[in-house]
């Protein structure tokens, strides 16, 4: 499964015509497998994690919105959910030759840096 093992190194991945790439090997990810690919407008980077992991940071905030004990902390989190929201770019089945869409963000032919950050995966475009 996708991050299972800690993920590192980075290679150079292609993007195809229908606006995918080949996730690599190392990832261990498996075929039927849901990644999410998110904008990070700090870094100006994408990230792929897995649907779970996203899952788990929507609960995780949620549950610090419920405990807020004021509201300045509970806008602050709230803030936290919106941006985490908002830098969602799409969802997106791995097929069985291990190729993710990360939708029209890119185009065909466009090379990224695919690198391994522990249990996520990090793209830039190559310039």
Not at 56 to 65: A, G, M, T
Not at 75 to 80: F, L, S
Not at 81 to 95: E, H, Q, R, Y
Request: glycine residues 4%; contains cysteine.
């Amino acid at each position: 499964m996708f991050g299972d093992k800690p993920m590192l190194g980075s290679q150079e991945i292609t993007v195809d015509e229908k606006h995918r790439v080949i996730v690599p090997a190392s990832t261990n990810v498996e075929k039927g497998e849901e990644l999410v690919l998110l904008y990070d407008e700090e870094f100006v980077i994408y990230r792929i994690y897995t649907y779970a992991q996203i899952i788990s940071k929507f609960e995780e905030i949620n549950r610090k919105i419920k405990n807020a004990t004021n509201d300045k902390e509970e806008r602050r989190y709230k803030e936290q959910l919106l941006k985490l929201s908002k830098s969602i770019i799409n969802a997106s089945t791995v097929d069985g030759n291990r190729r993710f869409n990360i939708s029209n963000k890119f185009t065909k032919g466009d090379k990224l840096n695919c690198i391994g950050a522990n249990d996520h995966l990090i793209l830039e475009l190559k310039i």
